[in-house]
């Protein structure tokens, strides 16, 4: 079973400190990608960054960045300089490459930045 | 280009009634996928289509859930009869090719059966 657990379902933490979302998952698959989703109190599903499996570099996007570790089966997003429009649910999601093409999500961490 | 567009937005109606939820992915996207939102599954794949053919409809609840895509712009997620415990948001996501390429979701409906 192709599994994504996160294990910290809230997180506070004060306007520009950095923050980390833990993510874990087990697929028996090699090829695959990971990514993570943010959710706002709007309720839209926004991609915040994504990677490939086969990459050893870990991806960054602006203030986000990832911690890859795949023997480990571990993908943490770090959210650094933290922003008041930061604060939302944070869903880390992966979906093989062949095969089956759906999403599997974690159940979400809700992050609550404070001014 | 405009992403992807759901409509209703929100949903109110009583057990029983026939409920239709539509989608249009964005253009030129071949992979069409309907997920389900509640508070105590999580977000959870109803079925996807790829070239407008439902290539696994597994996770479609029971009969009452039924999709279709008559043509790469659009598809509909329907119920009935509705009940109230497929009161949840519904999100379509599209994505362009196999893979790891993102899926870019809409809005969602908020659907709630009285």
């Known amino acids: 079973a192709q599994t994504v657990t996160q294990s910290q379902p809230e997180m506070s933490v004060q306007e520009a400190e950095t923050v980390t979302l833990s993510c874990t998952y087990d697929t028996s698959e090699n090829n695959y990608y990971l990514f993570w989703y943010k959710q706002p109190p709007s309720r839209q599903m926004i991609l915040v960054i994504r990677?490939?499996?086969?990459?050893?570099q870990n991806a960054t996007e602006n203030r986000f960045s990832v911690n890859f570790q795949k023997a480990a089966k571990s993908f943490s997003l770090k959210i650094s300089d933290s922003q008041l429009g930061d604060t939302a649910m944070y869903f880390c999601a992966f979906t093989i490459i062949q095969g089956a093409q759906k999403l599997v999500f974690g159940q979400g961490t809700r992050l609550t930045i404070n001014p | 280009d405009a992403g992807v567009i759901q409509s209703p937005r929100h949903e109110v109606t009583e057990m029983g009634q026939e409920v239709t939820l539509r989608c249009k992915p964005i253009?030129?996207?071949?992979?069409l996928f309907w997920y389900r939102q509640t508070m105590m599954r999580g977000l959870e794949l109803l079925i996807y289509f790829n070239n407008n053919v439902p290539i696994d409809d597994s996770g479609m609840p029971e009969d009452r859930f039924s999709a279709k895509m008559p043509n790469a712009s659009f598809s509909t997620l329907k119920i009935q009869p509705s009940e109230p415990r497929d009161s949840a948001v519904y999100f379509c996501?599209?994505?362009?090719?196999?893979?790891?390429?993102?899926?870019?979701f809409g809005d969602g409906t908020r659907l709630s059966i009285l």
């Open positions: 990677q490939e499996a086969y990459k050893q």
């Open positions: 253009s030129g996207h071949d992979y």
């Open positions: 996501a599209s994505r362009r090719g196999q893979g790891g390429g993102p899926q870019h």
